[in-house]
Each structure stands twice: as structure tokens, then as C-alpha cells.
């Protein structure tokens, strides 16, 4: 079907695709060249909003003029042209900006939270803690009962998470993590964390765990390794795994993914936090928005329009 797009996110896996750093492209293809039409050449975007414009013959889905949102890569386009298993109507009454972020990082932090096996009262770090992914786990967790200790970088972010339910930790340096931790009631009982941001937070992040704690990884926003000392699996029995949404939708049955798919369309129903929207672009305006996105301190998307 061809989809007359909108909306588009840009979000953090939209720079390392154009920094030829995301993924399959990065690590089993070869690398998408930008710019000039040919072998190689590759549209960035994935995921948008926008209204079934043709059916091609024979093919069932939405009518013409549904809004949908799309998982396709390339939505950095007028149109995209995708099978209907790539596109899910949208409910009357959700923004095409709020739809165009619906099937990445609602769809994640769904699947985030069925791999956190922790109990009612148990506490949550996360790192990057003021991003839309973090402010949706945080939401669910604090539903299911869990204490989410989100670690951020500005007071102002602070107060909005601690609006959800957190108790946020800001600190200036990955050295002060460890100490902020300690300061919280029930301190050095960390369960699990998810981390989405590599390097030496995400390694202070790591040696905040209790024993035989988790720590998953999710996302490299510093650009810098984690570095894991032995001793803290060998006899700490911490376990490390990494969580990608491409590899984990593979996986998934056909009943499993649309009952996932109902649950996160309720979410969004239901006012899901972080599909805020900082700031809109046209399309054709996509330097400045990269720009801006790609600024610290964004409270929303920067989402490019038209
Ligand atoms: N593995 C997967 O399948 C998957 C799927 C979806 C998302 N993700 C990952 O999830 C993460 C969050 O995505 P999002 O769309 O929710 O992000 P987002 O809303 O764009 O927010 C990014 C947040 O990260 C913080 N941040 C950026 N660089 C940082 C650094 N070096 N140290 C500490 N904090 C930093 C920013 O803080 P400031 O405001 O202070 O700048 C901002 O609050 C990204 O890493 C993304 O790639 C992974």
C-alpha cells in the first residue's frame, strides 16, 4: 500500500543510521551512502505517520484515507510505499505526531518491561532517565508496583519524573552515581538496570547492582564502550544482555505481536508519557532539525512535519 506520510520522529537510532553506525547496517550490510540515487543509496527514517493513499490490487489493509502509523525504513519521505503488516490504524483522537513515535519506542518499552523480573518494591535504575523510552518504562513500572531510580542530567527533568511516580537522581558525573544511590531509602539494592547509555555511567550503573543483579543494555548515547569487570560476574553473579526491538519483533508469533500491538495502542490511548513533541520542522528543513536534535536538553521530539 502507498501511505502519504506527515509525521516523522527523529530519534537517537536515526543518527546512527546516518552516521552508519546503526545495527544491521552498521555491523552486516554494506553502509548506506546519503545523497546520490544508485546502488547503496538509502532514505533515513524509521517509523512515521501519515493516511493510506492506494491499495495496490489485491492487497487487504486499512481503506484508503486511514491514518496509520508506519514501521518501514525510509520514512524521511512524502510517501513510502510498505506492505500492510507494516502499517497500524491509528484511534480517532491521537495526533499524527503522537502516532508517528508509536511503533519504536512504545513497542520497546513494552518488551523492556516483560524482561524485567522484579518484584513489587524492587528498584529500577535507569540511565538517560528523562528520554521518552525511560518516561514510558517508568510509567509502567511504577504501575506494577516497582521504585525507578531515573539517573538525569538537569534538575528541570528531575521535577517532570518525579511528576511520574520516580525518585530521580541528578548528577553531573558518572563518579557522583554511586553516592546518589546510597543517598535513596533501600540503597544498594538495585535489581536491575537498563542502560542506554554506555560508557562510565554506564558502568557506575552496572556496579550499583545488588548481587546476582541485571543490567541490560539498550542504547549507546555517550558513543563509549562499557567496560565490565570480571569480578563482578564471577563472584558479584551480575548478568549482562542487550535488548535490540528489530531482533526481539522477529521473534515474535503472530498472536503474540498483536496482542503486544493492542496493548501498546491502548497505552497511547490512554496518554502514554513521552510522545511529547519539543519542536517541528519541514521536511525539507531536516538539516536544522538534525541539528536540534542532536542539541542536549530537548523536552520532546523534534519531529519533521509535512
Ligand atoms: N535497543 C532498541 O531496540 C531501542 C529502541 C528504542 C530506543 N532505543 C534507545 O533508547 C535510548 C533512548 O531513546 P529515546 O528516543 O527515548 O531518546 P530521547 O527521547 O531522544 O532522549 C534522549 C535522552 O538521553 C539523554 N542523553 C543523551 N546523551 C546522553 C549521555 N551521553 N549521557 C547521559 N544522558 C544522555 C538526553 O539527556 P539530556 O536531555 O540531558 O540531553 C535525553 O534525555 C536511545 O539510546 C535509543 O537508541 C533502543
Given at each position: 500500500m502507498r501511505v502519504r506520510l506527515s509525521a516523522r520522529p527523529i530519534n537517537p537510532s536515526d543518527l546512527l543510521f546516518i552516521q552508519g553506525s546503526y545495527g544491521r547496517e552498521a555491523h552486516f550490510a554494506p553502509r548506506p551512502e546519503m545523497g546520490t540515487r544508485g546502488s547503496g543509496w538509502a532514505v533515513a527514517g524509521f517509523e512515521g505517520a501519515g493516511t493510506v493513499d492506494a491499495l495496490g490490487s489485491g492487497t487487504r489493509g486499512p481503506a484508503p484515507g486511514t491514518m496509520v502509523a508506519v514501521a518501514a525504513t525510509g520514512t524521511w519521505q512524502e510517501q513510502v510505499c510498505v506492505p500492510s503488516t507494516s502499517v497500524i490504524p491509528i484511534a480517532p483522537g491521537v495526533s499524527a505526531e503522537a502516532a508517528c513515535q508509536l511503533t519504536v519506542n512504545p513497542f520497546t518499552a513494552h518488551l523492556l518491561m516483560r524482561d524485567i523480573a522484579l518484584d513489587p518494591g524492587d528498584t529500577l535504575l535507569l540511565t538517560a532517565g528523562a528520554s521518552a523510552v525511560s518516561r514510558m518504562v517508568i510509567h509502567l513500572?511504577?504501575?506494577?508496583?516497582?521504585?525507578?531510580?531515573?539517573?538525569?542530567?538537569?534538575?528541570?527533568?528531575?521535577?517532570?519524573?518525579?511528576?511520574?511516580?520516580?525518585?530521580?537522581?541528578?548528577?553531573?558525573?558518572?563518579?557522583?552515581?554511586?553516592?546518589?544511590?546510597?543517598?535513596?531509602?533501600?540503597?544498594?539494592?538495585?535489581?536491575?538496570?537498563?542502560?542506554?547509555?554506555?560508557?562510565?555511567?554506564?558502568?557506575?550503573?552496572?556496579?550499583?547492582?545488588?548481587?546476582?543483579?541485571?543490567?541490560?543494555?539498550?542504547?549507546?548515547?555517550?558513543?563509549?564502550?562499557?567496560?565490565?569487570?570480571?569480578?563482578d560476574l564471577v563472584f558479584r553473579q551480575v548478568s549482562v544482555q542487550g535488548f535490540w526491538l528489530p531482533a526481539r519483533m522477529e521473534h515474535l508469533g503472530e498472536k503474540e505481536l498483536s496482542s503486544l500491538t493492542r496493548e501498546v495502542q491502548d497505552a497511547v490511548v490512554c496518554g502514554l508519557p513521552g510522545l511529547e513533541v519539543a519542536e517541528r520542522h519541514d521536511l525539507t528543513d531536516f538539516g536544522c532539525a538534525l541539528d536540534r536534535a542532536m542539541r542536549p536538553g530537548r523536552e520532546g521530539k523534534v519531529v519533521l512535519t509535512g
Open positions: 513500572a511504577s504501575k506494577r508496583g516497582l521504585r525507578c531510580l531515573p539517573v538525569v542530567r538537569r534538575r528541570g527533568q528531575a521535577r517532570a519524573l518525579a511528576r511520574l511516580g520516580a525518585q530521580p537522581l541528578t548528577v553531573s558525573s558518572a563518579d557522583a552515581l554511586a553516592e546518589a544511590v546510597r543517598g535513596t531509602p533501600g540503597h544498594g539494592q538495585v535489581g536491575m538496570v537498563l542502560d542506554a547509555v554506555g560508557g562510565a555511567l554506564g558502568d557506575a550503573a552496572l556496579r550499583c547492582l545488588r548481587p546476582a543483579g541485571r543490567f541490560l543494555s539498550y542504547g549507546m548515547l555517550s558513543g563509549h564502550p562499557l567496560s565490565i569487570h570480571p569480578d
